[in-house]
T-cell receptor, first 112, second 113 residues
Framework: RKEVEQDPGPFNVPEGATVAFNCTYS??????FFWYRQDCRKEPKLLMS???SGNEDGRFTAQLNRASQYISLLIRDSKLSDSATYLC?????????????FGKGTLLTVNP | NAGVTQTPKFRVLKTGQSMTLLCAQD?????MYWYRQDPGMGLRLIHY???????AKGEVPDGYNVSRLKKQNFLLGLESAAPSQTSVYFC????????????FGPGTRLTVT
């Protein structure tokens, strides 16, 4: 099983749609979870952390299921500006809290 | 604050040439990282450092060397460039004891011919 595995995508959705990304991780010792966003030819930037109880930031909702080692990101009311690659990120490889493992990313294109 | 900066932004090398990529951060972060990003491969960790004077190997260290002589700088060296090292290189840093949010530099696009 790959350390962090994401939906391969790409996702093409119309403006206003709801889209969900899924991610699984293999290291049960992982303690911190994130979604990063990467625009074309730019550096990754933190979108949101993922907490055990689930968390929401505006149109974005992140969920964590530790038992299934599964993370999700839901985007409601998609905007054109949401078009980007979304990276699932997990820490704790080999017990290291300060090393992050990145998924390969899922490309989202929101169409007018 | 400038955050994380990388020098150069673009470079073309011939096979066998050497070069050094410079990463600098002005946030007093303890941890620094070098990644490479290739199409379909995602971000892969090359080397990292948990403090001044310390470095460690990541997932794909072969063909690269690093140094962290000053806390704010992390250098990535290619002694003898190969076409397989054509990639986008990102530097990142984290403050110790923080939320583990990594701050990335803008990247260096390297082509080896």
């Amino acid at each position: 099983r790959k350390e962090v595995e994401q939906d391969p995508g790409p996702f093409n959705v119309p403006e206003g749609a709801t889209v969900a990304f899924n991610c699984t991780y293999s290291n049960s010792a992982s303690q911190s979870f994130f979604w990063y966003r990467q625009d074309c030819r730019k550096e990754p930037k933190l979108l949101m952390s993922v907490y055990s109880s689930g968390n929401e930031d505006g149109r974005f909702t992140a969920q964590l299921n530790r038992a299934s080692q599964y993370i999700s990101l839901l985007i409601r009311d998609s905007k054109l500006s949401d078009s980007a690659t979304y990276l699932c990120v997990v820490n704790g490889r080999g017990g290291s809290n300060y090393k992050l493992t990145f998924g390969k990313g899922t490309l989202l294109t929101v169409n007018p | 604050n400038a955050g994380v900066t990388q020098t150069p932004k673009f470079r073309v090398l011939k096979t066998g040439q050497s070069m050094t990529l410079l990463c600098a951060q002005d946030m007093n972060h303890e941890y620094m990282y070098w990644y490479r990003q290739d199409p379909g491969m995602g971000l892969r960790l090359i080397h990292y450092s948990v403090g001044e004077g310390t470095t460690a190997k990541g997932e794909v260290p072969d063909g690269y060397n690093v140094s962290r002589l000053k806390k704010q700088n992390f250098l990535l060296g290619l002694e003898s460039a190969a076409p397989s090292q054509t990639s986008v290189y990102f530097c990142a840093s984290i403050a110790s004891g923080a939320s583990y949010e990594q701050y990335f530099g803008p990247g260096t696009r390297l082509t080896v011919t």
